[in-house]
Antibody, heavy 121, light 107 residues
Framework: EVQLVESGGGLVKPGGSLRLSCATS????????VNWVRQAPGKGLEWVAY????????SYADSVKGRFTISADNANKSLYLQMDSLRAEDTAVYYC??????????????WGQGTLVTVSS | DIQMTQSPSSLSASVGDRVTITCRAS??????VNWYQQKPGKAPKLLIY???SLQSGVPSRFGGSGFGTDFTLTVSNLQPEDFATYYC?????????FGQGTKLEIK
């Protein structure tokens, strides 16, 4: 059974840092691209970043570029999101999601349950 | 960035109805649209990928269509468990933008 389980969320002050983790199981982690997607309270979904585990290619949304870093540990089958210089507008539930590639693009077939990050003084 | 404009933003319908949600891309994206369902407090669930392919385990009353810039999600014979928020997403190019969502409510 494919599972993704996020952890590491919490309350942090503006300008602070937080590291999210996503533990995966049930699939060959290194064969996939994995993502972070966030959802601010009462708002829609926003893709944040992805990493192609094999080759470690990464891509980021402009809203987080230069502040967030996505990484993966193949041995532990885990995904991470290092979030620095946090702002109030980064407050959201953060989901990790697996991509199934379809030639040009892909779709997110499995999602974690999410972890809440609150940026507030 | 590719913008995805979803309409309507909310929709009221009754059990047994057929509803259609539309999504328009700001540029041609071939068939690279996916549709997700989200219920309160839960993660999104994939319904349709590459415009019209039904994800395994999703009931056949869900259907998708479209190519280029205009896409639709149709739900036939609405069931009580279908009342949720629906999002389209383009996967043609990074960033993989979502529509703003359509909240489907019980009339």
């Amino acid at each position: 059974e494919v599972q993704l389980v996020e952890s590491g969320g919490g309350l942090v002050k503006p300008g602070g840092s937080l590291r999210l983790s996503c533990a995966t199981s049930g699939f060959s982690f290194s064969d996939y691209t994995v993502n972070w997607v966030r959802q601010a309270p009462g708002k829609g979904l926003e893709w944040v970043a992805y990493i192609r585990v094999r080759g470690t290619y990464t891509s980021y949304a402009d809203s987080v570029k230069g502040r967030f870093t996505i990484s993966a540990d193949n041995a532990n089958k885990s995904l991470y999101l290092q979030m620095d210089s946090l702002r109030a507008e980064d407050t959201a539930v953060y989901y990790c999601a697996r991509t199934v590639s379809t030639g040009w693009g892909g779709y997110f077939d499995y999602w974690g349950q999410g972890t809440l990050v609150t940026v507030s003084s | 960035d590719i913008q995805m404009t979803q309409s309507p933003s909310s929709l009221s319908a009754s059990v047994g109805d057929r509803v259609t949600i539309t999504c328009r891309a700001s540029q041609s994206i071939d068939s690279y649209v996916n549709w997700y369902q989200q219920k309160p407090g839960k993660a999104p669930k994939l319904l349709i990928y590459v415009s019209s392919s039904l994800q395994s385990g999703v009931p056949s009353r869900f259907g998708g269509s479209g190519f280029g810039t205009d896409f639709t999600l149709t739900v036939s014979n609405l069931q009580p468990e279908d009342f949720a928020t629906y999002y389209c997403q383009q996967s043609y190019g990074s960033p993989y933008t979502f529509g703003q969502g359509t909240k489907l409510e019980i009339k």
